[in-house]
């Protein structure tokens, strides 16, 4: 959800909360106002994935929200280049910025996650229960193997996950004995 506000919505929070129920992952934009701001609704509840904005740098973006543990993932979304239509101009695409911006990029890596978490690989190369990840909690804790600690903000870096140098081994058991480990460690 690329939106939040200052007030609770009653409806939001109820589809929010029958949703997570059904075991449904959301990802939810946390602010754009600043580290003297605190997580927009819907972004505060605990049963979304928080998602902050980094800078290509790997920085922090300036307009997050202040970092708190459990609302502190951060992800791509600054200068992000996305299609756009504008009948004034020829602009076919444009840079964004934001949480916003921020929060299908963080859905669609763990999209990637879970996709991977379901292929077949060479023998021995597979994911043993890939049920778990379906789950919001559950992700949330996945995907922190696959970030690092940066100005209090957990930032989302998929490829120490996913490009990771090795010896005698195919990148695919690489990552499947990395998933393994992950899921042997959730609750079942």
């Not at 009653?10 to 605190?38: C, W, Y």
């Not at 101009?89 to 929060?103: E, L, Y």
Request: aromatic share 8%.
């Amino acid at each position: 959800m690329s939106f939040g506000g200052s007030y609770e919505l009653p409806e939001i929070k109820q589809g929010v909360r029958e949703a997570f129920h059904l075991g449904v992952t959301m990802f939810t934009a946390a602010s754009n106002d600043g580290g003297l701001s605190t997580v927009a609704f819907p972004a505060n509840l605990r049963q979304v994935i928080c998602v902050n904005s980094f800078d290509g740098y790997g920085r922090p973006s300036n307009f997050n929200p202040e970092a708190k543990p459990g609302t502190n993932l951060a992800v791509l979304g600054e200068f992000v280049e996305a299609a756009w239509s504008s009948l004034v101009t020829d602009t076919k695409t444009v840079r964004k910025a934001g949480t916003s911006v921020a929060t299908p990029i963080a859905a669609a890596i763990a999209a990637m996650f879970l996709e991977y978490s379901r292929q077949d690989g060479p023998a021995g190369s597979k994911i043993g229960n890939p049920s778990q990840l379906r789950h919001c909690d559950e992700m949330r804790r996945a995907l922190q193997c696959m970030t690092r600690n940066i100005g209090g903000f957990q930032c989302l870096v998929p490829g120490d996950l996913f490009y990771k140098r090795f010896k005698n081994r195919t990148m695919h058991s690489v990552i499947c004995s990395k998933i393994n480990g992950i899921l042997r460690g959730l609750p079942l």
